[in-house]
């Protein structure tokens, strides 16, 4: 089994910043991968942002050059920097975590961005 904890929601203005952080607990492998997904009202849940433990990063392209994920491997924390945050990008941020593809995916409980305009 593996935790998820996230922090880092908020509130902000159209143009602004946040930056999420979601701390891994549990059974973690030394290889696996770490990322964001996000759900908006009456939406689906979608892609956002994953790292693999070797660094290798993914972004959806609504986020790209406004979004950066990094991780730090020894903490097994993975991070969101959100700049330039448009009132689009508010929805429910949800951490993730797999080993590898086919095994099962971990999610946190969900962070709260709103960003008004």
């Known amino acids: 089994q593996v935790q998820l904890v996230e922090s880092g929601g908020g509130l902000v203005q159209a143009g ?3 930056r999420l952080s979601c ?3 549990g059974s973690i492998s030394s290889v696996n991968t770490m990322g964001w997904y996000r759900q ?3 939406k689906q849940r979608e892609f956002v942002a994953t790292i693999t433990s070797g660094g290798r990063t993914n972004y959806a392209d609504s ?3 406004r979004f950066t994920i990094s991780r730090e491997n020894a903490k097994n924390t993975v991070y ?3 700049n330039n ?3 689009e990008d508010t929805a429910v941020y949800y951490c993730y975590y797999r080993k590898v593809v086919g095994t099962p ?3 946190g409980q969900g962070t709260q961005v709103t ?3």
């Open 16 to 18: 602004g910043s946040l």
């Open 23 to 25: 701390a891994a607990s």
């Open 105 to 107: 995916a971990y999610w």
């Open 115 to 117: 960003v008004s305009s």
């Open 80 to 82: 969101l920097q959100m």
């Open 40 to 42: 908006a009202p009456g």
């Open 63 to 65: 986020v790209k050059g």
């Open 85 to 87: 945050l448009k009132p």
